[in-house]
């Protein structure tokens, strides 16, 4: 098992992610969001930033995961390809994500552009844990 994989899908990108935790599950979610829009191999950690972002429940935590990763490309022009993840949910209601993302400015001379992804979304969302590993299933809209 990758980190990873593409699953069929007409129109939009539809990502299954995996992770022997739940936080490295997230964590790959986010390098397979970027290498829909790149080849993340190329982007370096050359710049590290944090994010916090919280959720009622798993799939608004990952919708907003996610959706923050995908603004502060467009409103930064930057790409990231390594992610830390923590996630904690002994706060009261809301479950809490915590990371450190690493990326670095979009180099149109380096970065290959493969598709613009315009949107998270909550259609065919999928949080489960398994035997022994957690997999993540959602859809990008292109």
């Given at each position: 098992?990758?980190?990873?994989?593409?699953?069929?899908?007409?129109?939009?990108?539809?990502?299954?992610?995996?992770?022997?935790?739940?936080?490295?599950?997230?964590a790959?979610?986010?390098?397979?969001?970027?290498?829909?829009?790149?080849?993340?191999?190329?982007?370096?950690?050359?710049?590290?930033?944090?994010?916090?972002?919280?959720?009622?429940?798993?799939?608004?935590?990952?919708?907003?995961?996610?959706?923050?990763?995908?603004?502060?490309?467009?409103?930064?022009?930057?790409?990231?390809?390594?992610?830390?993840?923590?996630?904690?949910?002994?706060?009261?209601?809301?479950?809490?994500?915590?990371?450190?993302?690493?990326?670095?400015?979009?180099?149109?001379?380096?970065?290959?552009?493969?598709?613009?992804?315009?949107?998270?979304t909550?259609?065919?969302?999928?949080?489960?844990?398994?035997?022994?590993?957690?997999?993540?299933?959602?859809?990008?809209?292109l």
């Amino acid at each position: 098992m990758g980190s990873f994989k593409f699953l069929e899908h007409t129109g939009d990108a539809y990502i299954e992610a995996y992770g022997k935790s739940l936080s490295e599950a997230f964590a790959n979610s986010a390098l397979a969001m970027f290498e829909v829009m790149t080849d993340t191999s190329k982007v370096e950690p050359k710049i590290e930033e944090s994010v916090e972002v919280e959720g009622h429940d798993l799939e608004s935590l990952l919708y907003s995961w996610l959706e923050t990763l995908l603004v502060r490309c467009d409103v930064e022009n930057r790409l990231y390809s390594r992610f830390i993840v923590e996630i904690s949910d002994d706060e009261g209601e809301h479950i809490y994500l915590r990371a450190k993302i690493y990326g670095e400015d979009y180099d149109p001379e380096r970065h290959i552009s493969k598709t613009e992804v315009k949107a998270v979304t909550f259609h065919m969302m999928e949080i489960k844990f398994l035997e022994g590993y957690w997999r993540l299933r959602f859809l990008l809209d292109l």
